[in-house]
């Protein structure tokens, strides 16, 4: 027999995917599910790739904040930007989970008037050149592999697969497709307007200051998700408090459904933590849905582990 997911140990957390999956695709099950509302959504931060010691956009940010002080030394004056001079995390782990707007605004208006084809290149250059503090290799492999090949397995079963991030979508989409395998235009995230210019005769387009609501964490989730996909998802997966809503959507679907929270706690290989999942992780005891162990569930954690 093959191992469907060999990324994962065999416990009740494999079995129970492995189960809703063959469910609700045996047409001969009470509880099929036709392919076209097999939809999966997947946080991205700390549900696909590493979100500790913080934000790898943030990372990218602070990052920007020095390049913009080196030009304009005057903008010392302002907290965020001395900050990231002086490397002070402190300073921006106030802001999470107490003021993520804020976060992200910070994370957002920093690459501000400039074009999004620069944004991208600069990104991509960011998560490809640029290393993890803890695990020295680049940002762009800090990504879960039994959560990778969960995503592979759903598609391969006619689940349409999308990332549903608090994060930047142009920030998450410039490695998509390389990192996870999965199309540009599957990622959902949190957005900003673009101003459209001819330079040349050439139609460009350029980033402006400020999120386009809604925010894509907490409620915003399930009011992004209809936007993009026009269907709530039968499988829900995440692993902070902003991934409640998401979930809760999935619950309120008309077909079967499975949520799926990921749970920090292998500090060893990863990270331990409950910042900010106090909440979820309350919710997902007294609802039933699946906590998933990173130390117990994970066979491997890192594609290079």
Known sequence: MVDKLRFWNDTVTKQTI??????????????????????ATFDNDGTLWCEKPTYIQL????????????VDPKLLEKPAFKAAVQ?????????????????????????????????????????????HPRFGIPFKQCIYQPMVELMHYLRN??????IASAGGMSFVRTVSEEIYDLPRENVIGSNIAFEMKKIDSRIVLMRKPGLIEPFDDGPGKPVNIE??????????????????????????????????????????REYSYNVAAEKIQQKARERGWTIMSMKNDFKKVFTTS
């Open 18 to 39: 492995l189960n809703f999956v063959e469910t609700v695709t045996d047409e001969t099950n009470p509880k099929y599910v036709p392919s076209s509302e097999r939809v």
């Open 59 to 70: 990372y990218f940010a602070i990052n920007r904040l020095k390049q913009m002080v080196e």
């Open 87 to 131: 490397e002070d995390m402190d300073y921006f782990a106030r802001l999470y989970p107490n003021d993520i707007p804020a976060l992200m605004q910070i994370i957002f208006d920093t690459h501000q008037g400039m074009s999004q084809r620069e944004f991208k290149e600069l990104a991509y250059e960011f998560l490809t050149n640029v290393n």
């Open 157 to 162: 079963n006619d689940f349409k697969v999308f």
């Open 227 to 268: 936007l993009h996909i026009g269907r709530s998802p039968i499988i829900a997966v995440g692993n902070a408090n902003g991934d409640m809503e998401m979930m809760e959507f999935a619950e309120s679907s008309d077909w079967s459904f499975l949520n799926l929270l990921l749970r920090h706690d292998d500090a060893e």
